[in-house]
């Protein structure tokens, strides 16, 4: 089993950056896919990007590519967004997910098998 605490949210103005961390306990991290969703309101949650298990492959939706990055340290158990050039349509609760691959992350929030419980990320124009 995997717990997993987000942080790093806030308000940033619009062409700003944030870096969202998300902090995983459990010994088995580094045998789950790792993602990234947002959730706007009055929107469903929706995947932002995904990560393998090794950190080799990466995913993103089409609206964030060229401006986040995810990445993965399986030695300190833990998983990064590096979002840049933020417009106010990234604003949304962002959660950090675990699931068995990327690809399955990517189809469908329903492959997530763990979550955190989210950070806000506010961009304002």
């Known amino acids: 089993q995997v717990q997993l605490v987000e942080s790093g949210g806030g308000l940033v103005q619009a062409g700003g950056s944030l870096s969202l961390s998300c902090a995983a306990s459990?010994?088995?991290?580094?045998?789950?896919?790792m993602g990234w969703f947002r959730q706007a309101p009055g929107k469903e949650r929706e995947f932002v990007a995904a990560?393998?298990?090794?950190?080799?492959?990466?995913y993103y939706t089409d609206s964030v590519k060229g401006r986040f990055t995810i990445s993965r340290d399986n030695a300190k158990n833990s998983l990064s967004l590096q979002m840049n050039n933020l417009k106010p349509e990234d604003t949304a609760v962002y959660y950090c997910g675990a699931g068995a691959t990327g690809t399955l992350l990517r189809e469908s929030i329903s492959r997530v098998d763990y979550w955190g419980q989210g950070t806000q990320v506010t961009v304002s124009s």
């Open positions: 990560i393998s298990r090794g950190g080799a492959i990466t």
């Open positions: 459990g010994p088995t991290f580094s045998g789950y896919a």
